[in-house]
């Protein structure tokens, strides 16, 4: 079972700056991970994705709305995965998630806990 621990969130002004982490535990990690992602759920709205890093080559991808502002990167020593999230707008504001994709699993099935994101106009 892996576990992802969500930190970083916060209320933060527009135009500024927060950086969320996620750390995932569970044994011989890389070597059951396919991709590990960051979502984002406003109130009202379904879950969206934001950026996604695939694990064997790093490959990333990033929702049309955060490219340019934002940044998804790891840290593979440590099995984290992180979100530079810069130019913030009061749009992104949302509890963030962090999930991860298991080899031979058709799509994200494990999640943190959530972190709360708020911009202020």
């Known amino acids: 079972q892996v576990q992802l621990v969500e930190s970083g969130g916060g209320l933060v002004e527009a135009r500024g700056s927060l950086r969320l982490s996620c750390a995932a535990s569970g044994r011989s990690f890389s070597t059951y991970t396919v991709a590990m992602g960051w979502f984002r759920q406003a109130p009202g709205k379904e879950r969206e994705i934001v950026a996604s890093i695939r694990w064997a080559n790093g490959d990333k991808y990033y929702a049309d709305s955060v490219k340019g502002r934002f940044t998804i990167s790891r840290n593979n020593a440590r099995n984290t995965i992180y979100l530079q999230m810069n130019n913030l707008e009061p749009d992104d504001t949302a509890v963030y998630y962090c999930?991860?994709?298991?080899?031979?699993?058709?799509?994200?099935?494990?999640w943190g806990q959530g972190t709360q994101v708020t911009v202020s106009s």
């Open positions: 999930a991860h994709q298991r080899v031979g699993a058709s799509g994200y099935g494990d």
